[in-house]
């Protein structure tokens, strides 16, 4: 079951460490259209590859099924959860291969108009055994003319979520997440050792940013790193970044995707968690302090 987390407790995390045998991750990296059908098609095809390779768990990007030109079309052309194409397509799939599946995420239809960025992983059963809705959105003006506003079509999510597997814990986030160091020092305080970090990530912020907030976030918590990314340019002119990355709790990157479509894999040996954080235990080194500003 997934956990509900509350802000920093500072507590040990020595109780929540475990030391079971090693798996393979995959990061699927794909680039998404305004035609579910076809994304969905495109993605089946990625995900039985890297199951092929010997991934026992799948990890999506955000909004893998579907990126829409305006952001009102996710609620126009949308689905609530129950109902969704994609998260019937995933269950499906999990089930058939029989692996574990992040679905990164997809958006649903939710009250006034507006969707939840919402990322699902799926039980090799086929079951959805963890929800998580983005917390921080995307309101930015680039400098290069490109402005987003999440807020205007997505309902921020309002709780963290870590969730059971069977090597370990793993902390669920959404892109823009990412620049929110607090969210992965809680989640690590909550028992993650593995961290998602599923993302749609622009072209122009991810070169600049993405590998340098991805590898700090494994620093400071001592967790290994999925970062599933969308690649590649629409017929509307919206850019992603790619390079999905799998980072160990060192910082070290195991594997980079690039700039294509297409899955990377790494092999994953969760006493390396313990090793790291007890080389440095930074997280049993929180304290709670106040701020003087002049």
């Given at each position: 079951?997934?956990?509900?987390?509350?802000?920093?407790?500072?507590?040990?995390?020595?109780?929540?460490?475990?030391?079971?045998?090693?798996?393979?991750?995959?990061?699927?990296?794909?680039?998404?259209?305004?035609?579910?059908?076809?994304?969905?098609?495109?993605?089946?095809?990625?995900?039985?590859?890297?199951?092929?390779?010997?991934?026992?768990?799948?990890?999506?990007?955000?909004?893998?099924?579907?990126?829409?030109?305006?952001?009102?079309?996710y609620y126009e052309h949308g689905y609530e959860e129950a109902a969704h194409p994609a998260l019937a397509h995933g269950c499906g799939l999990a089930r058939d291969l029989g692996r574990w599946l992040l679905l990164g995420s997809i958006p649903v239809r939710d009250i006034g108009g507006k969707v939840r960025n919402r990322a699902l992983l799926i039980a090799p059963g086929g079951e959805v055994a963890a929800r998580y809705d983005k917390i921080h959105l995307f309101d930015v003006a680039i400098r290069d003319g490109?402005?987003?506003?999440?807020?205007?079509?997505?309902?921020?999510g309002e709780r963290a979520v870590v969730a059971a597997l069977p090597w370990g814990r793993l902390g669920l986030s959404i892109c823009y997440d990412l620049r929110f160091a607090g969210l992965y020092r809680e989640l690590a305080h909550a028992g993650a050792e593995f961290l998602a970090v599923p993302a749609a990530f622009t072209a122009k912020t991810g070169a600049a940013h993405w590998h340098a907030l991805l590898r700090a976030r494994a620093i400071e918590t001592g967790c290994f790193v999925f970062a599933p990314g969308q690649c590649g340019v629409r017929s509307w002119g919206r850019r992603t970044y790619g390079h999905s990355l799998?980072?160990?709790?060192?910082?070290?990157?195991?594997?980079?995707?690039?700039?294509?479509?297409?899955?990377?894999t790494a092999r994953i040996e969760p006493a390396r968690v313990g090793e790291v954080r007890a080389m440095i235990p930074a997280l049993n080194h929180d304290r709670h302090f106040s701020v003087e500003a002049g």
């Amino acid at each position: 079951m997934p956990m509900a987390s509350s802000w920093p407790t500072g507590a040990s995390t020595e109780r929540v460490m475990s030391s079971p045998g090693p798996f393979t991750v995959a990061c699927v990296q794909n680039c998404a259209s305004d035609d579910l059908d076809a994304n969905l098609r495109g993605v089946e095809e990625l995900v039985r590859g890297a199951a092929a390779a010997g991934a026992d768990l799948i990890c999506l990007p955000e909004f893998y099924c579907l990126l829409e030109p305006r952001d009102g079309a996710y609620y126009e052309h949308g689905y609530e959860e129950a109902a969704h194409p994609a998260l019937a397509h995933g269950c499906g799939l999990a089930r058939d291969l029989g692996r574990w599946l992040l679905l990164g995420s997809i958006p649903v239809r939710d009250i006034g108009g507006k969707v939840r960025n919402r990322a699902l992983l799926i039980a090799p059963g086929g079951e959805v055994a963890a929800r998580y809705d983005k917390i921080h959105l995307f309101d930015v003006a680039i400098r290069d003319g490109q402005q987003y506003r999440e807020s205007s079509s997505v309902v921020p999510g309002e709780r963290a979520v870590v969730a059971a597997l069977p090597w370990g814990r793993l902390g669920l986030s959404i892109c823009y997440d990412l620049r929110f160091a607090g969210l992965y020092r809680e989640l690590a305080h909550a028992g993650a050792e593995f961290l998602a970090v599923p993302a749609a990530f622009t072209a122009k912020t991810g070169a600049a940013h993405w590998h340098a907030l991805l590898r700090a976030r494994a620093i400071e918590t001592g967790c290994f790193v999925f970062a599933p990314g969308q690649c590649g340019v629409r017929s509307w002119g919206r850019r992603t970044y790619g390079h999905s990355l799998i980072v160990d709790p060192w910082g070290e990157v195991l594997a980079d995707g690039g700039d294509d479509v297409g899955f990377i894999t790494a092999r994953i040996e969760p006493a390396r968690v313990g090793e790291v954080r007890a080389m440095i235990p930074a997280l049993n080194h929180d304290r709670h302090f106040s701020v003087e500003a002049g």
